[in-house]
C-alpha cells in the first residue's frame, strides 16, 4: 500500500530552510507498515502515527524536494535499503548500526522510544532482573527484524537458551502473549499499549500482560542507504532534514505534535 506524499515544493517552510538542490528532486523513503502507534499503514491504506506526524512537518519546511513514502514490512524495509532502491528508512535506531553496516548516516533523534519486556502473568518472573540470563528456558515473542531485544538476547536463542518467535506485526505478537504461545514479548512500552487497544482486549486481558523491566530508551532515526549512487542529493536532503529536526525539538513542537496525534488517537477510539 503506497501513499505519495508532495511536501514543500512551493514555498520556503517556517524555519526558512533552502535546499541546495536547483530542481525538485523525487525522495524515495519507506517505513514500518505495522508498528503503531509510532508508523503503521491505516485501514484507509495511508501511512500514518507519531513518526509521520513529526516527519511531514519536517518534510513541509524543505524546499525542492518530492519526498515519496511507502509502508512496507520492516524487513523487506531493510533489503530495499542495502539495495540503495531507496534514499531513507524509519525508523531504525542507531544503537543498532553496527550489524546495518548498508547504513552510513543517521538523522539527529526524531524521538525517543522505552522498550519494554511484557509478560504473560502465569510466567513466575519473581526475581528475574537480568537481561537475558534470567529469562532463558522461556519463548519470547519478537517483531520479524527486529533488534530490540539487543545482540546479547540473539547470542541466548542461537545458543539455545532462549527460543524466539517472530511474527510481523506488534498485534500479532500480542495476541500470541494472551494466547499462551510465547512467555514474553519485546517492543515499546507505547507500541504494546495500542496493539492491545487494536486487539480490542478486555480489561482482564490487560492485566494478563506484565510489565516486568525496561530493556532500554532508544531514539528512533531516518537511516541513510550507504549505497545512494541514485541520490547526489543525500547529502544536502540530510544536511536540512537534521536542522530543522533540531530546531522543532528545541522549540517544544515535536512533543507537542505527539501529545496532539496520542490525544486525537485516543479520542477515535
Known sequence: MLRSVLLGATAIGALGLVSAATAQDSVPIIADEAYPPFVFVD????????????????????????????GVPWNRALSMVEAGEVLAFYPPYESSGGSRDYIDRYSVPILSERVVLVCNDTVDTAGRTVWPDD???????????????GEAFFAAVERGD???????????????????????????????????????ASP?????????????????HLGYARDADAFPFKDDFADAVDAVLTEMTESGEIEA???QYLADASAAN
Open 43 to 70: 485501514e484507509s491504506g495511508a501511512l500514518t502515527g507519531v513518526y509521520v506526524t513529526v516527519l511531514d512537518a519536517v518534510f513541509a519546511r524543505l524546499e525542492g524536494y518530492e519526498v515519496q513514502a511507502e
Open 257 to 259: 505534535l505527539i501529545a
Open 204 to 220: 482482564a486481558d490487560r492485566d494478563r500482560v506484565v510489565e516486568v523491566l525496561t530493556l532500554s530508551e532508544n531514539t528512533g
Open 135 to 149: 529469562f532463558h528456558g522461556l519463548t519470547v515473542g519478537n517483531n520479524s527484524g527486529y533488534g530490540s531485544p
Open 162 to 200: 532462549i527460543t524466539l518467535e517472530e511474527t510481523p506485526s506488534t498485534v500479532g505478537n500480542v495476541r500470541k502473549l494472551l494466547a499462551g504461545r510465547v512467555d514474553c514479548y519485546v517492543n515499546a512500552a507505547l507500541s504494546i499499549q495500542a496493539a492491545l487497544a487494536e486487539a480490542a
